[in-house]
């Protein structure tokens, strides 16, 4: 198992070879929060900086974590090709479309309906390990069921729905969603 204190250029190569990552959060107190990303929402901004676009979803838990302690960890796994288990570790932020950087980093990303908001997450620890019992999987692509149901809703629908759903954690903790 190898540690780092930055991601490295075969790291960076790595990452942008992946269709999916998983970000963990947790609370001081309460459930962690384990979810599964894709699409093409992951951006190495530099060898201590990453960013990812969240869409909106059935819940917000690592917003609230996030902004409860901003711990987070992300993790890539090789399903394809050499075994390969990358760790990100650092302290994220919620940027949320009222924040002054959103232009800037949303403008990395294709424009997809439903963004909720990125995460930026400053690495201080990159971890590798072996990845031998990870199986292959086969990307046969994105869907596209999420995009759509945003497509359908529209702004406003989206709204809507992150009001009712987006604004309150499964532990109680309240989201701020501007």
Same mark, same amino acid.
């Given at each position: 198992?190898?540690?780092?204190?930055?991601?490295?250029?075969?790291?960076?190569?790595?990452?942008?070879?992946?269709?999916?990552?998983?970000?963990?959060?947790?609370?001081? !107190?309460?459930?962690?929060? +384990? !979810?599964?990303? *894709?699409?093409?929402?992951?951006?190495?901004?530099?060898?201590?900086?990453?960013?990812? +676009?969240?869409?909106? &979803?059935? /819940?917000?838990?690592?917003?609230?974590?996030?902004?409860?302690? &901003?711990?987070? %960890?992300?993790?890539?796994?090789?399903?394809? /090709?050499?075994?390969?288990?990358?760790?990100?570790? &650092?302290?994220?932020?919620?940027?949320?479309?009222?924040?002054?950087?959103?232009?800037?980093?949303? !403008? +990395?990303?294709?424009?997809?309906?439903?963004?909720?908001?990125?995460?930026?997450?400053?690495?201080?620890?990159?971890?590798?390990?072996? *990845?031998? /019992?990870?199986?292959?999987?086969?990307?046969? /692509?994105?869907?596209? %069921?999420?995009?759509?149901?945003?497509?359908?809703? *529209?702004?406003?629908?989206?709204?809507?729905?992150?009001?009712?759903?987006?604004?309150?954690? +499964?532990?109680?903790?309240?989201?701020?969603?501007?």
């Amino acid at each position: 198992m190898g540690k780092l204190d930055q991601i490295s250029q075969k790291e960076q190569d790595f990452i942008a070879n992946q269709k999916m990552f998983f970000v963990a959060t947790a609370p001081n !107190s309460g459930s962690i929060n +384990l !979810s599964p990303k *894709g699409i093409d929402s992951f951006r190495v901004i530099d060898a201590n900086h990453v960013i990812w +676009l969240n869409l909106t &979803g059935s /819940g917000n838990e690592t917003q609230a974590h996030v902004d409860e302690n &901003g711990r987070m %960890t992300i993790m890539f796994c090789s399903f394809e /090709g050499p075994p390969n288990i990358l760790r990100l570790y &650092g302290k994220a932020e919620a940027i949320l479309p009222s924040n002054e950087n959103w232009n800037e980093y949303i !403008s +990395l990303f294709p424009a997809v309906s439903g963004s909720r908001q990125i995460l930026s997450l400053k690495v201080d620890l990159v971890q590798n390990s072996c *990845g031998f /019992g990870v199986p292959f999987y086969e990307y046969k /692509g994105d869907r596209d %069921t999420l995009e759509m149901w945003a497509n359908k809703k *529209g702004a406003e629908g989206i709204r809507e729905y992150k009001e009712l759903k987006n604004t309150t954690s +499964l532990d109680g903790k309240s989201i701020r969603i501007d």
